[in-house]
């Protein structure tokens, strides 16, 4: 479904995005992933290359838009092009506003909302030059419901929605194609650590009956960045069984 095309996934060493590159890679993308430090770009590369998976990953700063910047333009020098983004890195939030710090708050936000802009800033130009490509943003289940503490995530997750729609505007005369995926819970590493006595009572919540595997959202990512969603742009897909928390 995605043969040759070049695509860069950020926070792709793990979770959600580790499953979006090998789920890319198996159907013939050439995949890049970002993550934060080379020893775990390194991993994650080891592992899909043991499934005979070959992807690249570089590790820029996503808090600089020079670092990044400066990837992309490695990436162009050795690619060609890049067809394909998905914003994917992204860190949560959980406590009562009164235990949040300023920095915590920012924290989120420079993660899940600026580094989004910074990575798209810098790989747009390209897109443009070449008439076409596609952008994915990670969103939540918590974009559309908000939850009830640990305000800076929902409130990324709300900007992640505006820029998907705002850019999608934007950037479709362009031949870009700009979406988000908005998972509900979904088996990562953070949710595992979680004990059974707090999975149990969500899981009763969601009228599928289960919470989600990085299967279930790397294939709503799949089906949009291929060619069977070219009429589709601005839109939030909720991969979450029907919760509504
Ligand atoms: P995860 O913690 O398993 O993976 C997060 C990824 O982001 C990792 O690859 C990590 O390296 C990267 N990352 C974290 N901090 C970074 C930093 N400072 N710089 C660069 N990269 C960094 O989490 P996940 O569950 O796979 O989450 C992936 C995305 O899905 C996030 O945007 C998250 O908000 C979203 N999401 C997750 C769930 C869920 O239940 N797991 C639900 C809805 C949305």
Known sequence: ?????????????????????????????????????????????????????????????????????????????????????????????????????????DKVIDLNLRAVFYVTKAVVPSMKAKGDGVILNTSSMVSIYGQPSGVGYPASKFAVNGLTKSLARELAPAGIRVNAVAPGITNTDMVAALPPEMIEPLIKTIPLGRIGEPQDIANAFLFLASDLASYITGTILQVDGAARA
């Open 1 to 105: 479904m995605l043969n040759d095309k070049i695509a860069i996934i950020t926070g792709g060493t793990r979770g959600i995005g580790l499953e979006t590159a090998r789920t890319f890679a198996k159907n013939g993308a050439q995949v890049i992933i970002f993550g934060s430090r080379q020893e775990t770009v390194d991993k994650a590369i080891n592992e899909l290359k043991k499934e005979n998976l070959s992807v690249a990953g570089y590790c820029p700063s996503l808090n600089n838009y020079q670092e990044i910047e400066q990837t992309v333009k490695t990436i162009l020098d050795r690619y060609g092009r890049i067809d394909t983004l998905v914003n994917n890195a992204g860190i949560s939030a959980d406590k009562p506003i009164e235990d949040t710090t300023p920095e915590e708050f």
